[in-house]
Every structure is written in C-alpha cells, then in structure tokens.
C-alpha cells in the first residue's frame, strides 16, 4: 500500500517546560499496554530512560533542532531538524500506528503545528536564497503528496503543566535566555511568561502536573487562572502524569482554526455585549454575559473612540508591568551620503552615544525591581489581570495602530499594521472588508481602543475609569482636532502631534524630512 492509499498517521504534540513531567509522561505512553505500536519524537535521547525491550517495541527517534526563516521573516522551529523527513520515513514503513511528538520546552506549539499545513512545505520551497538539493527533493515530495498532513496529522496538542511552579511563572519578568541559555531560537526575545500563555492557549488537553505539590487553594487558584487562558481545552489534574492515555491519544480533538481561536481573549470578544461606559458615547465597555463570570474568572473589553494622551498611559502602566517595546531600525545611511557628510555624522553620533550612556544611567536609577512591579500591579486595578491583548490608539501616532498584549507582569507593546482609514481596503477579499467597514465611525475611521481583559475577579469598573483618565481631556482634543483637520500631510500631522503631546513611548516610524518632502510631491501630482 503506498502513502497515498494509506490514512495519514495520528500524531499528539506534548508541549510544556523541563520539568513539568512531559518525560514521565512519555514513559507511561511507552509502557501502558494500549494496543497501539507509537513511534516518538523526541528532543534528547538522554533524558528519556527508556530500556532496550521498550525500544524493540516502540521507535524512538532522536533528530537536531534546527530553525527554518520563512518569507516573512519570523523563524519557525520544525522540531528536531528533519522533522518531514522522519515522518516521511515512518509513513512508509507502515509499522506504526500512532506518533507522539515531545517539542522542546521553548517550542511555540502553534509553529510547530503549522509544520502540519498544506501550504508550510511549499512555502519553505518559495524561501529565497534557495535550500539544500536533499531538502528541496524531500519538500517537492512533500507537495506532491499534498502537504504533510496527507502522511501524518495532529490529532491532539497535549501541554504539560507544573503546578508548583505556575504561580511563580505567571509573575516572573525573566526571558528565556535568563532561564534557558541561548540556542539560536530568539530566546533574549521571548519571556517565560509569554512562552507558558502560548503553550495553553493553543492546547487541546492541558495536564496540571504534580498538584500535590500545592496548597488546595492554591490549585483551584490555577484551574482558575489556566481556565480563563482557555476555556475550551480539556483539564486534567495528576501527580507523575498518571492520567488515561485515551485521554491524549486518539482524541480527534485537534483543529488548527479552533486551537488558534481558543485563546480566553478571542473566547471573551465572542462572547462580550456592549454597554455604554460612563454616560458618554467616546467611552464603552463590553461586558460579559453573567454566565461567562463563574468560578471568579471575569472579562471584559476596553473600548474607546478617543486616543490616549501617550504620556499619562506611559506613567500609568511603567511601575505596573515589565515593559517590552518593540522599535524600528533605522536603515544604514552611510551608503546614501557623500563623503564629506560621513565626519559629520560620526560627531553626531558619538554625541548620541554619549546621550544614550546617560539616559541608559537615568534608566538603571528609576529601573523598578519586579518585587515592586508586582506589588504596584497587585495594589492597582491591574491586580487581578492575567492576560490583555488588543490594539490602542495614542494621540501622537496618527498613521499606526498600537499592538498590546500582557500575560503577568510582561507587557508588549508595538506598533502595528497603519489604521484602514490610512491604508484603504483595497485587495481585502470583500466579505472581510465589510466587517472592516462596520468598525469605522466619523471622524477617526476605524481608530479606537480596544483592549481585552482577562482575570480573577477585575473590577471592571475601575480599571476602565483607570484608562479613561489617560485619554485625552476635551481640551487636550480640541488641539488634537485642530491639528489633524487642517494637514491633510499624514506625516505633517505626525511630526506636529509629536510636538503638541508628550510621549514616553519609542517611535514606531522613523520620520525625516525627505519622508514628509515626497508626500509633498505626491499630493502635489495627484
């Protein structure tokens, strides 16, 4: 029988940190008599004490991590190297019934599942550059065959959790470098606390692990918060990962469009109605339906039509959350300037540098420790927040929404793609312009805040009163107006809303004189 004839190999994906029982976890699959012949995949071959007689009856494979850079330029972790390869390989020998796949401990389980999609081997085919002649032959395979789903597909995505230390996780400000070291997968880049959310978010099974380990409250403080997280995933509790393997093997939970959307924050916009916040339409909140608020777990979305004053949001979240803010990089200008203007900037840049080095002092001074970020979250009506997520809009950046999102003390923000109002619908497939269109409102187009929410027990009421008092004053909005009705130039309006606003945000664009000098010409040619 060929692969084509054959149905595609059932996989479950274990996902969860060293040392929250992912191994004991395999252990139990390879020894339990369940009928089934499980090749497993996994990271190192040392940490798996498996004897010779399981592996006569079991294959384990052991395969190098290895990283792939896709056309959009984000890296994707396909697990041990050559993951198709193997099973490609495993697919034809037709020996096995079943395949586990234990990720590393800082694998994103949703990049490893899109190694799964139609479209992932035809894309690594399209990288520019080229790949390897083997590597090229094996994807060209893979294509042909359909995608790799038609040799293996996900059947469920398994995460592993540690209670005794999920509490400590969802409230450290470490990176995964701090933790973990470096091995080339932008761990300086990513944080714990993130990383964790990820692997819960996009889970069908999630196993709270070693829950003898914390107090009762404590565990139904965890259920609580990783409910919330996800509310559709199935939970189990156990001690050394006992738990029935019918329970992870064989489910047929697993949908890439459900795991992708199953995120307690896109669970609460579905399930959010609105109601007008403070007595004035520039302000709203939506709150849940009551029956969404059981076990303590409530959620609600910040919605407003009027931009935050950068500053005062800036002063409100900077002793309240570590903050990551993700910038631009100026382009080299050396190769566009004439020699003779290379001294002057070398000046100017070591009067930069010089700047920088007091600022970075400025910043070691007030740098606040993560002892205080929590004990100001806590004392704050962000105390009980788990997890945000949403888009904002500042008063000083005209062009480009915001991007947020929180999980414990770490908290993102970004700039985005620029506001439809800026870009246009134009190549948006029609069904999905229209829900587009639905969001704009006069005068601002689709501008807006909106924020998603998620803890235990939030008064919703006062951290929206929190928020409102960072947007714009009505006084503060009549400038705003003034400025943004009479320069039709969206980089004028930039730079002179920069000037008006005080703003402790970095720059998203990078705004120079030829920038505005082109719009110029543009608008002066239409």
Request: charged fraction near 30%; charge should be negative.
């Amino acid at each position: 029988m060929t692969m084509t004839q054959r149905q595609p190999i059932p996989v479950t994906i274990l996902s969860g940190f060293l040392g929250s029982g992912k191994t004991t976890l395999l252990e139990r699959i390879l020894t339990e008599n369940h009928g089934l012949k499980i090749a497993v995949i996994i990271n190192d071959m040392s940490q798996v004490n498996v004897d010779a007689a399981l592996v006569q009856q079991h294959k384990v494979s052991n395969q190098e991590e290895k990283l792939i850079q896709l056309q959009n330029g984000c890296i994707c972790c396909t697990l041990r190297g050559d993951l198709l390869e193997e099973l490609l390989g495993l697919s034809e020998q037709g020996a096995f019934d079943y395949i586990v796949i234990e990720s590393t401990g800082i694998a994103e389980p949703m990049q490893v599942a899109e190694t799964f999609s139609t479209d992932f081997s035809q894309a690594l085919l399209d990288t520019p550059g080229g790949i390897p002649e083997n590597e090229e032959l094996l994807l060209k395979r893979v294509v042909e065959l359909g995608g790799l789903e038609k040799v293996a597909k996900i059947d469920t995505c398994v995460t592993v959790v540690d209670a005794a230390n999920f509490l400590s996780n969802i409230e450290t400000t470490e990176f995964l470098a701090q933790r973990f070291g470096e091995s080339g997968q932008n761990e300086s880049e990513r944080t714990v606390t993130n990383l964790m959310v990820d692997q819960i978010e996009f889970a069908d099974v999630i196993i709270i692990n070693k829950v003898s380990r914390v107090k009762k409250n404590d565990l139904l403080k965890i259920g609580k918060m990783i409910s919330s997280l996800n509310p559709v995933a199935k939970i189990l509790r156990s001690d050394y990962c006992k738990v029935p393997i019918k329970e992870i093997i064989n489910t047929g939970l697993y949908d890439f469009e459900k795991a992708s959307s199953s995120a307690g924050w896109l669970q609460s916009i579905h399930e959010m109605t609105l109601r007008e916040g403070f007595g004035d339409k520039t302000k709203s909140v939506l709150t849940p339906k009551p029956e969404t608020e059981e076990y303590g777990v409530n959620s609600f979305v910040y919605n407003s039509r009027r931009p935050f004053h950068p500053e005062r949001l800036y002063y409100l979240l900077k002793d309240k959350f570590f903050i990551i803010e993700e910038t631009p990089t100026a382009e080299e200008e050396t190769d566009n300037e004439e020699g003779e203007q290379e001294d002057e900037e070398e000046t100017a840049n070591e009067k930069d540098e010089q700047g920088d080095e007091e600022e970075d002092q400025d910043g070691e001074e007030d740098e606040v420790s993560e002892e205080e970020l929590l004990k100001n979250k806590k004392s704050s009506p962000f105390g009980p927040l788990l997890r945000s997520k949403g888009f904002f809009w500042l008063a000083t950046r005209h062009i480009m929404r915001g991007e947020w999102s929180s999980a414990g003390l770490m908290l993102t923000l970004k700039g985005g793609i620029p506001w439809f109002d800026v870009s246009g619908l134009e190549g948006i497939p029609e069904d999905t312009a229209e829900i587009i269109r639905q969001e704009f409102e006069e005068p601002h187009g689709d501008r807006r805040n909106e924020i998603v929410f998620i803890g235990l027990g939030i008064d919703k009421e006062a951290l929206a009163k929190t928020l409102d008092s960072c947007l714009l004053t009505d006084k503060e909005y009549e400038k705003f107006m003034k400025i943004i009705s009479q320069e039709k130039n969206l980089l004028k309006v930039e730079r002179k809303l920069a000037n008006t606003f005080d703003d402790g945000f970095e720059d998203w664009i990078l705004i120079d004189d030829d920038d505005v000098e082109e719009e110029e010409e543009e608008e002066e040619e239409e």
